[in-house]
């Protein structure tokens, strides 16, 4: 079938890339050690247009090499070189393609292996696509595997419901936040919920704000909310509900509320919830998880990051 998009090079254009990597002038020899600028050997400035990335002197498109050694489009023949396209899980350095490691992502844009984005890990082998997590999993790059997101901070339902998190656990303080680069969203677990099984409800609420950021056409289009998750019994946890509300544009700018009562009588040991913050805020942006009972309250806030 051949190399996919091979596009000829003329010979010419690979001497002056030679040049780029030395720094010297390609029609002379080095000179006592001496090194010439990219723009004295071309005679024109920087960037060459017959250099497709003067920053690494690439003679070929980006994700394309030229091969070691070079690729001539006929056997024997040496005024042209052929680019040839690297595979998907490849990126070009220099003369060649080289793969990436297991774990990483090629990024065939800027011909670097990189780690996926948050809560995403590398796809099946050969497989150039970041996938993303399982809810309540996050993306860790080294093992390229989904693991369990760390609880950013936890409340004892039978001690802590009428204490106010303290100041350094808001959201996005960086005190306790979970490492950004496996979870970027903010998860609270609530331990021992049988010890408010006397309580009618558990009711809990998600509210933000933002005075500035989010203009009204964007803030009714965005949502804020929660997932809420049990145990799976095999110590994992699963989807129990997902609660979402849009924003609502006013005087104060944009805000948002969504809220849940529940049994208590059908709560599990513990739960899990990760926040849904508003898309497109910045960290002005505030965002607060207000757990209550019929008596007891608890309130977690701060800037996000």
Same mark, same amino acid.
């Given at each position: 079938?051949?190399?996919?998009?091979?596009?000829?090079?003329?010979?010419?254009?690979?001497?002056?890339? $030679?040049?780029?990597?030395?720094?010297?002038?390609?029609?002379?020899?080095?000179?006592?050690?001496?090194?010439?600028?990219?723009?004295?050997? *071309?005679?024109?400035?920087?960037?060459?247009?017959?250099?497709?990335?003067?920053? +690494?002197?690439?003679?070929?498109?980006?994700?394309?090499?030229?091969?070691?050694?070079?690729?001539?489009?006929?056997?024997?023949?040496?005024? =042209?070189?052929?680019?040839?396209?690297?595979?998907?899980?490849?990126?070009? %350095?220099?003369?060649?393609?080289?793969?990436?490691?297991?774990?990483?992502?090629?990024?065939?844009?800027?011909?670097?292996?990189?780690?996926?984005?948050?809560? /995403?890990?590398?796809?099946?082998?050969?497989?150039?696509?970041?996938?993303?997590?399982?809810?309540? /999993?996050?993306?860790?790059?080294?093992?390229? #595997?989904?693991?369990?997101?760390?609880?950013?901070? #936890?409340?004892?339902?039978?001690?802590?419901?009428?204490?106010?998190?303290?100041?350094? %656990?808001?959201?996005?303080?960086?005190?306790? %936040?979970?490492? /950004?680069?496996?979870?970027?969203?903010?998860?609270?677990?609530?331990?021992?919920?049988?010890?408010?099984?006397?309580?009618?409800?558990?009711?809990?609420?998600?509210?933000?704000?933002?005075?500035? +950021?989010?203009?009204?056409?964007?803030?009714?289009?965005?949502? &804020?909310?929660?997932?809420? *998750?049990?145990?799976?019994?095999?110590?994992?946890?699963? *989807?129990?509900?997902?609660?979402?509300? %849009?924003? &609502?544009?006013?005087?104060?700018?944009?805000?948002?509320?969504?809220?849940?009562?529940?049994?208590?009588?059908?709560?599990?040991?513990?739960?899990?919830?990760?926040?849904?913050?508003?898309?497109?805020?910045?960290?002005?942006?505030?965002? /607060?998880?207000? *757990? =209550?009972?019929? $008596?007891?309250?608890? &309130?977690?806030?701060?800037?996000?990051?």
């Amino acid at each position: 079938a051949g190399q996919p998009n091979i596009i000829a090079t003329p010979a010419d254009r690979v001497r002056r890339w $030679e040049a780029c990597l030395l720094g010297v002038d390609w029609d002379g020899p080095l000179v006592s050690g001496e090194r010439f600028k990219i723009e004295e050997v *071309l005679g024109e400035p920087v960037p060459d247009p017959d250099l497709n990335m003067a920053s +690494s002197c690439d003679p070929c498109a980006a994700h394309h090499a030229i091969g070691d050694p070079p690729r001539h489009p006929v056997p024997g023949t040496t005024n =042209e070189f052929l680019c040839g396209e690297c595979l998907p899980r490849q990126v070009a %350095q220099g003369r060649i393609c080289v793969d990436c490691p297991f774990n990483l992502w090629a990024n065939h844009a800027t011909d670097t292996c990189e780690c996926c984005p948050p809560g /995403q890990i590398l796809g099946s082998t050969g497989n150039n696509v970041c996938e993303v997590c399982p809810l309540g /999993q996050g993306g860790d790059c080294v093992a390229n #595997s989904c693991v369990w997101c760390p609880v950013d901070f #936890s409340v004892d339902a039978a001690t802590e419901l009428g204490v106010p998190c303290p100041e350094a %656990q808001g959201f996005g303080s960086g005190a306790t %936040q979970s490492d /950004q680069a496996v979870c970027p969203d903010v998860w609270i677990e609530v331990q021992h919920l049988p010890a408010i099984a006397d309580k009618p409800t558990l009711d809990m609420s998600a509210t933000a704000s933002d005075a500035a +950021s989010l203009d009204e056409a964007t803030c009714i289009g965005t949502t &804020v909310g929660y997932d809420v *998750l049990r145990p799976d019994g095999s110590g994992g946890w699963q *989807l129990r509900f997902t609660r979402q509300s %849009q924003g &609502v544009f006013g005087t104060s700018g944009c805000t948002f509320s969504a809220t849940d009562s529940l049994d208590t009588s059908t709560l599990p040991t513990a739960i899990r919830i990760r926040i849904h913050p508003p898309s497109g805020g910045t960290a002005a942006t505030t965002t /607060q998880l207000r *757990l =209550e009972t019929e $008596e007891d309250e608890r &309130v977690c806030g701060g800037p996000l990051l």
